[in-house]
T-cell receptor, first 114, second 113 residues
């Protein structure tokens, strides 16, 4: 069965600093990978997705993620965070064998210091 | 604008009572999903449906029931058998093919009186 681990429960970053959120997955074949963001009391918004091809994918709000098969990772990055980036971030993996079901990581809560 | 509408935003349940959470989408998506989110945890799949009149149990289906009589609608009933129903419930939909992302509603927060 597929699984997703987000090792960092909380991250605090200063406004203007860079941000990297870690995501490790477990799946035998090439997975479909997603990053979502959730503001308090809201639903999830898709930031970016990886299916195949170029391993560096660009998303909305200035985010990017890099798929590294050898490390089973799909880390999310942003060069310069804004106060509005404070939210919870979820990595998710889908698999061909699982239809369109997604497995989510536990999430990383990002706090932005002024 | 197309999207997913969940209602109500807040819901309170008395002990022994069944409650139904509404989820409607106008995205013409085939697949719909219900997730439960507890504080500090990720999303756990309750039920999903890939086509009208068909649905499958997810990882935590006990104490919940669903129906899919229309493509646009996928209501979730939290029954009295669900002993710990307090949580944030999220509905999602997708085109239904393997690699398509899911789109989420804004959630319903259920609390026990």
């Amino acid at each position: 069965a597929q699984s997703v681990t987000q090792p960092d429960i909380h991250i605090t970053v200063s406004e203007g600093a860079s941000l990297e959120l870690r995501c490790n997955y477990s799946y035998g074949a090439t997975p479909y990978l997603f990053w979502y963001v959730q503001s308090p009391g809201q639903g999830l918004q898709l930031l970016l997705k990886y299916f195949s091809g170029d391993t560096l994918v660009q998303g909305i709000k200035g985010f990017e993620a890099e798929f590294k098969r050898s490390q089973s990772s799909f880390n999310l990055r942003k060069p310069s965070v804004h106060w509005s980036d404070a939210a919870e971030y979820f990595c998710a993996v889908g698999a061909k064998s699982a239809g369109n079901k997604l497995t989510f990581g536990g999430g990383t809560r990002v706090l932005v210091k002024p | 604008d197309g999207g997913i509408t969940q209602s109500p935003k807040y819901l309170f349940r008395k002990e022994g009572q069944n409650v139904t959470l509404s989820c409607e989408q106008n995205l013409n998506h085939d697949a719909m999903y219900w997730y439960r989110q507890d504080p500090g945890q990720g999303l756990r799949l309750i039920y999903y449906s890939q086509i009208v009149n068909d649905f499958q149990k997810g990882d935590i289906a006990e104490g919940y029931s669903v129906s899919r009589e229309k493509k646009e609608s996928f209501p979730l009933t939290v029954t009295s058998a669900q002993k710990n129903p307090t949580a944030f419930y999220l509905c999602a939909s997708s085109i239904g093919t393997e690699n398509q992302p899911q789109h989420f509603g804004d959630g319903t927060r259920l609390s026990i009186l």
